[in-house]
């Protein structure tokens, strides 16, 4: 009776999906080349280095080829393995997610070199090759993104810019007296190689996890969140210039970011006991920035036992603040605006909130794609009898 037992149970249990994955089927699975595996799946990459290859798709997704993991710099992901990738964009269990992997005839990456979480301290020197020279610093900054050349002197002076030795702009991650990261921006363009940004991007190895390039004129009393640096920059330049207690963060386009800056001027405030009027959200005009808002949407900000009024300032007629300073006259009714409380901003724009809900609805984290909202770009252009304006 019990031999017939368990017989039944093996074969009740022989047509069962098996739900657990071994240590050893976990470790072979790392060892599979994630470059081929993606390719190979259907992502379309491309070559930037030995080291480092980006998705054709979405600029600001890279892969580490020598750590054998991606990174997805606008969603705040950072060093994820194989088994996350096919779980993420796959939509496959953990179990199931190593059991393909491990079935399939895929390359061992043979360059993995084995990472231990550390959390290795940025030390800039390491990271960065810094030079004397500005030159081409200053000059994709005042040529290409239009910033004065007075502010990027003024910048730079005060260490918060700089150029390295293969003529990228240095972004430095102040906070606490010490450099803590760094944001890297390339001053020449490759479409081909840089694909649609145009230009090499990326956040320096061992930047300290949710900080981001940030600096303050007087106190820091109203803080304004941007994307990039580039972002921040330019909102100052247009609206922020004459005023005073200004504190600018940006969150290199990573949305999880969004809460760290308010949690480390919550700190600051907390040390210094200052307290913060407002905190304005200057995000780009395309989904990922509507989903910085959303984030915030149900969310409430205080300190010192205070509640801060949260603001949105968004530009209507194109894409992002950039564009706005390089044509001051085309988007004059962006630069005039001031920005409205979020609940406010929700309510006035329920069709690109409702386009967002629609978007999130799949599980594929790049449902969001982070282009420009050409409906209401054009709405904003036409003119009363409903033409558009040359």
């Known amino acids: 009776m019990e031999v017939s037992t368990m017989t039944k149970e093996n074969q009740a249990n022989k047509g069962k999906k098996k739900n657990f994955v ?15 595996f993606m390719q190979r799946t259907g992502f379309e990459l491309k070559r930037d280095s030995d080291k480092w290859y980006r998705s054709v798709e979405h600029d600001s997704l890279v892969v580490n080829r020598v750590k054998n993991t991606w990174s997805w710099n606008s969603r705040g992901i950072r060093n994820h393995n194989i088994i996350h990738y096919a779980k993420e964009f796959l939509h496959l269990s953990y179990p199931d997610a190593v059991k393909m992997i491990n079935d399939g005839t895929y390359h061992e990456n043979k360059q993995i070199q084995p990472t231990i979480r550390t959390n290795k301290p940025f ?19 005042v040529n290409e993104r239009k910033l004065h050349p007075k502010f990027v002197d003024i910048l730079h002076k005060n260490d918060l810019i700089a150029q390295d030795n293969r003529n990228n702009v240095v972004f430095k991650w102040w906070q606490g007296g010490k450099i803590v990261g760094a944001t ?34 007087g106190q820091p009393k109203n803080l304004y969140v941007a994307e990039s640096p580039i972002s921040a920059l330019s909102y100052f330049e247009l609206k922020l210039g004459q005023k005073q207690d200004v504190h600018l963060i940006e969150m290199d386009g990573a949305m999880g970011k969004v809460a760290t800056a308010l949690k480390f001027m919550q700190d600051d405030s907390k040390q210094l006991n200052q307290d913060i009027d407002s905190v304005t959200l200057v995000v780009d005009n395309d989904l990922a920035g509507y989903e910085v808002v959303n984030f915030f949407k149900e969310r409430r900000f205080s300190v010192l036992g205070k509640d801060i009024p949260i603001y949105v300032d968004i530009p209507e007629l194109t894409n992002d603040w950039n564009d706005v300073l390089k044509d001051r006259q085309s988007y004059a009714s962006d630069i005039q605006k001031q920005p409205i409380p979020i609940q406010q901003w929700i309510k006035d724009n329920e069709r690109l909130m409702e386009q967002l809900k629609e978007n999130t609805k799949s599980k594929n984290i790049g449902a969001v794609q982070a282009t420009p909202n050409k409906e209401m770009i054009q709405s904003k252009t036409r003119d009363e009898k409903g033409s558009e304006r040359e």
């Open 22 to 36: 071994t240590i050893e089927e976990r470790d072979k699975a790392l060892k599979v080349d994630l470059v081929d």
């Open 123 to 141: 030390v800039y020197e390491e990271e960065i090759k810094e030079v004397a020279d500005f030159t081409k610093a200053k000059n994709y900054l």
């Open 184 to 217: 890297l921006q390339g001053t020449y363009k490759n479409y081909e190689k840089f694909q649609k940004r145009g230009t090499f991007k990326l956040v320096a190895e061992n930047s300290k996890e949710n900080t981001g390039w940030n600096f303050t004129k």
